[in-house]
């Protein structure tokens, strides 16, 4: 498996990625191109023999930049339940691109509960607390056309691979690239 730092090359297969994980919202092929190039110093692609299998978009909140808010994380269905998707966390973490982030922030639905459980394992790992909160309201900002979106916040973080909690993206070797 290699993690690396997407370019705007990577935009397609990232969008036939999402295509195969139904859960996640699907953004247009434009928005993908923006995340790959615009956001690639926060974003990560993880392959296996070539082909794309995992992504994490993310970006670093303007307003709070010790915050990494995660907007998606797919990964291939042949391989799933592998620690994959922590490994994408981790190796966006130990970037340079993340120095100084001590948090880690994502909305989910409660339709969604696995990405509720990911994100507590995640916490776990990282030995980090996490809470939960209404971010946006189904009725208030979708005006019904989405359910809500729950605010999930972990941290603080430890600030180093050298974290023995970060083991999940070492097995994967999950280094700055």
Known sequence: MKFRRPTEFHAADVWELIEKCPQLDRNSLYCELL????FADTCVLAER????VGWLSAYR???DPSTLF????????EVR???LGKGLIVSALNRRSCDG?????????L???????FFSAVARELGAPIRQVLRFDRQAHFRARHDSEYMIAIGPIAPSISNPNL??????????D
């Not at 995340?35 to 615009?38: A, G, M, N, P, T």
């Not at 083991?167 to 700055?176: D, K, T």
């Open 35 to 38: 995340l790959c190039s615009d």
């Open 49 to 52: 023999a070539g082909a794309v």
């Open 61 to 63: 909140r303007p307003r």
């Open 70 to 77: 995660v907007w998606q994380i797919a990964v291939h269905p």
């Open 81 to 83: 339940n592998t620690g």
């Open 101 to 109: 982030v001590t948090h880690i922030n994502a909305t989910v639905t």
């Open 111 to 117: 339709s969604n509960p696995t990405s509720g459980l």
């Open 167 to 176: 083991s999940a993206g070492a097995a994967y070797g999950a280094r700055p």
